[in-house]
């Protein structure tokens, strides 16, 4: 094996151990007894893990930045054709070399203070910095908030992608589509002056007064069937008593007429007995004898 086949072989087992236990879980005996090599061999090529680790991340970098760029350099294409284009491009990436982004996407080196996938995934971020400003000037949106959309983009489809790189229940295709959906629907639809409409402290102040009229509006009415309540009550009795005094003055009509009646009774009885106390006169007294005598 050449020399140049050799360190190509360290490159390549480098990359899948790293991907595989991350940075620090590997160790130089481990590298050269997968590589079938005593740990001189790895100290000559890379001087160390550091170098082999480093090589490793700038070859993933290189292959990931150009996939990238050309997606996203296309000054002709269509907002949305972009979107489309730079999520196709980055699947494609983790398709084609998902241990290569298994390493750029785990913890880097304490020796690599620049964290070296961050460092390109902010000069990524100015490239759609540049598109988005554009975008946002079309739909007469503050400027001021693009970088923070620029790095929401990028993290979103970034995670998503590492996700995916361990669960591939969906297609590239299926996966760039959803990205394009959320990304696309979410910018194309975006408010001047978002605003929280649930949890900030405008919102509590707002709950708090809608909670006040609708107690209001409770004791409102509450207070109406209260009124409602004793107006009916009012009425009921007033029927009461006016069913009372039909009642007693239907009493003393009666009592009234039996008086009447009993006092008719006694004036018959009287004028029947001043006629039978009359005087009779010579004539009827006469006939009377002379009935006798027959």
Not at 12 to 25: C, D
Not at 142 to 151: D, G, N, R
């Amino acid at each position: 094996m050449t020399s140049y086949q050799r360190r190509e072989q360290l490159i390549e087992i480098g990359r899948s151990l790293f991907a595989a236990k991350g940075f620090e879980a590997v160790s130089v005996e481990e590298i050269a007894a997968t590589a079938k090599v005593s740990k001189p061999i790895v100290y000559e090529h890379f001087g160390g893990k550091e170098g082999l680790y480093a090589v490793v991340v700038d070859r993933e970098m290189r292959a990931l930045t150009d996939v990238l760029i050309n997606a996203l350099s296309d000054p002709q294409a269509h907002p949305r054709q972009i979107v489309e284009r730079t999520a196709l491009a980055l699947l494609t990436y983790v398709e084609e070399n998902a241990e290569g982004f298994r390493v750029l996407t785990r913890d880097s080196p304490k020796t690599d203070p620049s964290n070296s996938f961050n460092s390109l995934l902010g000069d990524i971020a100015v490239r759609v910095e540049d598109i988005l400003t554009d975008a946002f000037k079309r739909q007469h949106l503050p400027a001021k908030s693009v970088p923070y959309y620029a790095q929401m983009l990028i993290g979103m489809t970034v995670y998503t992608c590492q996700y995916w790189a361990d669960q591939r229940k969906l297609s590239k295709e299926q996966l760039a589509a959803h990205i394009v959906n959320l990304a696309w629907y979410g910018l194309s639809r975006m408010e001047a002056k978002p605003e929280l409409r649930y949890e900030s402290e405008k919102a509590a102040r707002e709950a708090e007064k809608q909670a006040a009229r609708e107690a209001k509006a409770i004791a409102k009415q509450e207070k109406q069937g209260k009124k409602a309540a004793k107006s009916q009550e009012k009425a009921v009795a007033a029927g009461d008593d006016a069913t009372d005094g039909t009642t007693v003055t239907d009493g003393s009509q009666a009592v009234g007429k039996s008086q009447a009646a009993d006092e008719s009774d006694e004036s018959d009885e009287s004028d029947e007995t001043n006629e039978s106390q009359k005087p009779q006169s010579p004539h009827e007294s006469q006939k009377q004898s002379t009935i006798g005598e027959n």
